[in-house]
T-cell receptor, first 114, second 113 residues
């Protein structure tokens, strides 16, 4: 049972480079999410996709774009990486929007921008 | 403005004793609360949840209490085990808000053998 799979696990970028973080889930979930975790800040929602074909901004969307490629896959793109985007990024999925069901998380992508 | 607050960054407890982790929230629209557990280099894993129509939910050694009037919830772990050592996140959502979660900053629990 893979659950939520994120690639890559680690990445180092230079300022200005672009990068796409990949996420795939095999639980037939409708909703998917991207979070970032910074020290002392908890997890903050970047973007989410309530269902295939839709995406919406979360708390901290600036500097990011997303694509819900299909029901399984939800990618996060940094077009021009900045040091402030150094963080651990988590992808999550849940059964459906508006339902009281927990989100399931991947193991994260640790991203460093120099 | 932090809508979900975990004011204790860390907690140390002896094995076998009770661990009590606390969480406060400010948004009265929150109606669903969850606790997640996170080990280093892993993603958060769901532990237990509670709906605002309840004031207690129990699952084995884990119990979550909700005090809506105080906008406060707590997670009790009895008895605590060394394997419980992890960061615990409290999270909340408002029904109908596409299941978006607002997380607290986490509490690092250390259970001493």
């Amino acid at each position: 049972n893979a659950g939520v799979t994120q690639t890559p696990k680690f990445q180092v970028l230079k300022t200005g480079q672009s990068m796409t973080l990949q996420c795939a889930q095999d639980m037939n979930h409708n909703s998917m999410y991207w979070y970032r975790q910074d020290p002392g800040m908890g997890l903050r929602l970047i973007y989410y996709s309530a269902s295939e074909g839709t995406t919406d901004k979360g708390e901290v969307p600036n500097g990011y774009n997303v694509s819900r490629l299909n029901k399984r896959e939800f990618s996060l793109r940094l077009e021009s990486a900045a040091p402030s985007q150094t963080s651990v990024y988590f992808c999550a999925s849940s059964v459906s929007r508006g339902s009281a069901k927990p989100q399931h998380f991947g193991d994260g992508t640790r991203l460093s921008i120099l | 403005d932090q809508q979900v607050k975990q004011n204790s960054p860390s907690l140390s407890v002896q094995e076998g004793r009770i661990s009590i982790l606390n969480c406060d929230y400010t948004n009265s629209m929150f109606d669903y609360f969850l606790w997640y557990k996170k080990y280093p280099a892993e993603g958060p894993t769901f532990l237990i949840s509670i709906s605002s129509i309840k004031d207690k939910n129990e699952d084995g050694r884990f119990t979550v209490f909700l005090n809506k009037s105080a906008k406060h919830l707590s997670l009790h772990i009895v008895p605590s085990q060394p394997g419980d050592s992890a960061v615990y996140f409290c999270a909340a959502s408002a029904n109908g808000a596409t299941n978006k979660l607002i997380f607290g900053t986490g509490t690092l629990l250390a259970v001493q053998p």
